[in-house]
């Protein structure tokens, strides 16, 4: 298959999908792994797309995230009872990973004071655990956001290549067994994939209403999470 004809496979998947992995890429082309990440490596010099570690996402996504001001009052009753199981995972000495989700900053504040370490880029959670005297806490530092009250970038993703976590806590804006895992935007995705990457288990936090729902960029395949943690049937 010539090198123009892939590019334009490969440019179609990305404007429907927001983001191509480079192993899809490669089954539904039939070529090399390699071959994929040259065609990715020209289609971003050229500013077509943007490269991201196994494959390639829009070059201007729509940043349709909610703030997390307006995400933390959704669903706050029903968030919380998933909270109360995700805790008893939690034990004396592990390294826990928190993303900047909602879901995330209750089980930051509903974390018992117990010797172990969370690694988060969320100012949120940074400060829900800030009385908590055992609990050590690891900032990933990064570029500021406002929006999501969280740190974003390539330096968070850089430490969080390097560290090993026992758990990380993640949620989403949507999921089902078939489609996977998604997110609203580039800058979740890298952090919460650079996560899953680091820990030995990965738990899920995800309400019913999230479920059969699509957004813009797929984190992952549901069989990827370890854990799901969900009150729909």
């Not at 991201?52 to 070059?59: D, E, L, S, T």
């Not at 199981?85 to 993303?99: C, K």
Request: a neutral charge.
């Amino acid at each position: 298959m010539k090198a123009a004809t892939r590019a334009n496979h490969i440019l179609r998947v990305i404007s429907e999908f927001g983001q191509a992995s480079v192993v899809d890429l490669t089954e539904e082309l039939g070529v090399s792994p390699e071959t994929i990440r040259r065609d990715l490596k020209k289609l971003d010099k050229s500013g077509e797309l943007i490269r991201v570690h196994g494959g390639a996402i829009k070059k201007k996504n729509e940043d349709i995230g909610t703030s997390f001001n307006k995400r933390a009052g959704h669903n706050v009753g029903e968030k919380k009872s998933l909270v109360d199981e995700v805790i008893p995972y939690i034990y004396e000495g592990s390294v826990i990973g928190l993303d900047a989700s909602s879901s995330s900053w209750l089980v930051a504040q509903s974390l018992p004071d117990i010797e172990c370490t969370v690694v988060t880029n969320s100012l949120n959670n940074i400060t829900a655990l800030a009385n908590k005297t055992k609990v050590t806490i690891i900032s990933l530092g990064g570029v500021f956001s406002e929006k999501y009250k969280a740190f974003y970038g390539r330096i968070p993703q850089k430490t969080l290549s390097e560290l090993t976590l026992d758990i990380c806590i993640i949620s989403c804006e949507g999921f089902d067994e078939i489609t996977g895992v998604w997110d609203s935007n580039e800058y979740n995705y890298e952090i919460k994939k650079t996560l899953i990457s680091s820990s030995r288990q990965t738990i899920l936090m995800a309400d019913k209403n999230k479920y059969k729902k699509k957004s813009l960029i797929k984190i992952c395949e549901l069989k990827e999470i370890d854990t799901l943690i969900t009150n729909k049937d």
